[in-house]
């Protein structure tokens, strides 16, 4: 996984460039004398407040992503309002007030893309797929040029379903409309891996890092280091895969705990149990409430403590990779 100078600022850098800016519009109107200027940065604030909260929700911080979206005027910001303010809910498991809110701001705004698709992503994560898939299409007929994200999150959802032939279809599309955006590249290696093209679906992969070096998203980049991993170890390159993971968790270490899971499933497929418990230990020691590592942690521990030897380690690395690949891409 060669990674080369960015040139485009990630999430977390992103993050720390708009609250420098928050910060230094709240002054300028604090300072401002005239009305008309005190009005102009009141909505230059505003704009500000949408892009803030939505990247603090990019990082994770949805509390404070809802707390930025929940300032914003209803008048003037009410459909990005509610879209922001129903992602944070979503997010934060508020399923049931994530969707009054998105019925109330589709009564208002019923031809709004942005809110049928956050409709959509709600029935996905409570795993109402059919009702996701109608939310998905109708953002679609709502958009002039065919929604990139009801598209996208369309494929997720036939991913789900295991309708691969048709999500192919659509991120064919993607695709071409957008050859260097690395998060369809993944999909579409995710589709290839489990329509059982493991060296097709490397090739995606390899895509997908090429192009995701000059645009970095943890998100992406996560899901394209698993994929990598797991269509490396399909294809017999043991050593390669390993080395992927590793790298994948230097550059990383702080971002996501699946890469600690990504290492310790790579450890194990090289039959490394002790290493592979080291590196989810540490996980879990940066990442102590995360379920997913809590519980791959205690399976390797029951499985070091069967006194038949367990589950071979490279049959549980490789069913951990899968896990570990299954989850990551095709997330929002």
């Known amino acids: 996984m060669e990674c080369d100078e960015t040139k485009n600022p990630s999430p977390r850098e ?88 998105l019925v109330a701001g589709l009564k208002k705004f019923p031809n709004s893309c942005m809110l049928w698709v956050g409709l959509g992503g709600l029935n996905t994560s409570l795993g109402d797929y059919s009702e996701a898939l109608k939310c998905f299409d109708k953002a679609i007929q709502c958009s002039s040029g065919g929604s990139w994200e009801a598209r996208y999150n369309k494929v997720i959802v036939l991913e789900q379903l295991g309708s691969y032939e048709e999500a192919v ?41 090429k192009f995701w070096t000059n645009d970095p998203n943890v998100h992406t980049g996560v899901s394209i280091c698993a994929g990598l991993c797991h269509s490396y170890f399909n294809i017999g390159e043991k050593r390669k895969a390993m080395e992927v993971a590793v790298e994948g968790l230097k550059r990383f270490p702080d971002e996501d705990p699946v890469l600690y899971q990504n290492v310790g ?47 071979k380690p490279p049959i549980l690395g490789l069913m951990l990779l899968t896990a570990i690949l299954q989850k990551r891409v095709g997330k929002r």
């Open 14 to 101: 992103e993050l720390g460039l708009l609250m420098s800016e928050y910060a230094e519009t709240q002054k300028k109107l604090k300072e401002a004398k005239s009305q008309r200027r005190r009005q102009q940065l009141k909505r230059e604030l505003n704009n500000l407040k949408i892009d803030l909260g939505w990247t603090l929700m990019d990082c994770g911080k949805y509390e404070e992503g809802l707390a930025l979206y929940q300032l914003l005027p209803w008048t003037a910001h009410g459909e990005a309002k509610c879209n922001g303010m129903a992602r944070a809910l979503t997010q934060m498991n508020c399923y049931d007030e994530a969707r009054r809110l």
């Open 169 to 209: 279809e659509i991120l064919d599309d993607l695709i071409e409309e957008y050859p260097e955006d690395p998060k369809y590249l993944a999909e579409r290696g995710y589709c290839t891996s489990e329509m059982g093209y493991p060296q097709d679906a490397l090739r995606y992969f390899q895509g997908a890092m």
């Open 265 to 311: 499933a790579a450890f194990l497929e090289m039959g490394w149990k002790e290493e592979a418990r080291d590196v989810l230990k540490k996980g879990l020691g940066k990442f102590p409430e995360d379920e997913d590592l809590k519980q791959f942690f205690k399976y390797l521990d029951d499985d070091m403590d069967d006194p038949d030897g367990g589950i």
